[in-house]
């Protein structure tokens, strides 16, 4: 079991372009969340998805897509890269039902651009 | 909206002393889960302990317990006989089971000292 990986683990991009950041999980969970995480700010969440084909807003949105084509990948792009978007990005899945509901982690993505 | 404040942004505690760490949260929620997620240097978010708020009882799990004080709105995290493994960043959060999404404190940083 590699729990919730993700890929790539470090990128520097310029001001203008466009990344994909890709989470798998391997736990057949439901749910599947994005959250940035900035010094003194604790982690922010992104974007969330339900299931398979569904996705939501979360806190902080804007300047990101994201997509679930299927149950074990949760991607999250960004078409145009603002320096505002340099901060580690985290992956989290969990099962979605109430009484088991615990969020399992990925090792995160740290992105900074120039 | 559901608010998590960590108040003290870091503290430092003698290897095999106690330490407690404090969180308080805003809610009008009845039902809700809280967690506590440490974040040592490898940036891994690893969980440490949940409370589910319907429950009276304290949560524990081996070296580390919670002291949930529903009407006070509180819940600290208690680390006896403290190890140098665990300095970290710890991250008091929040979750209502109807839409699982977690809002965090800003957290607090831990150092053991030998």
């Known amino acids: 079991n590699a729990g919730v990986t993700q890929t790539p683990k470090f990128r520097v991009l310029k001001t203008g372009q466009s990344m994909t950041l890709l989470c798998a999980q391997d736990?057949?969970?439901?749910?599947m969340y994005w959250y940035r995480q900035d010094p003194g700010m604790g982690l922010r969440l992104i974007h969330y998805?339900?299931?398979?084909?569904?996705?939501a807003k979360g806190e902080v949105p804007d300047g990101y897509n994201v997509s679930r084509l299927k149950k074990q990948n949760f991607l999250l792009g960004l078409e145009s890269a603002a320096p505002s978007q340099t901060s580690v990005y985290f992956c989290a899945s969990s099962y979605g039902l109430a009484d088991t509901d615990t969020q399992y982690f990925g090792p995160g993505t740290r992105l900074t651009v120039l | 909206a559901q608010t998590v404040t960590q108040s003290q942004p870091e503290m430092s505690v003698q290897e095999a002393e106690t330490v407690t760490l404090s969180c308080t949260y805003d809610?009008?929620?009845?039902?809700?889960?809280l967690f506590w997620y440490k974040q040592p240097p490898s940036r891994q978010m690893i969980l440490v302990i949940r409370q589910e708020a319907y429950k009276q009882q304290n949560a524990t799990e081996n070296r580390f317990s919670v002291n949930f004080q529903k009407a006070a709105k509180s819940f600290s995290l208690k680390i006896s006989d403290s190890q140098l493994g665990d300095t970290a960043m710890y991250f008091c959060a929040f979750m209502k089971p109807s839409n699982s999404k977690l809002t965090f404190g800003k957290g607090i940083t831990l150092s053991v000292r030998p």
């Open positions: 998805s339900v299931g398979e084909g569904t996705t």
């Open positions: 809610t009008s929620e009845s039902n809700y889960y």
């Open positions: 736990m057949n969970h439901e749910y």
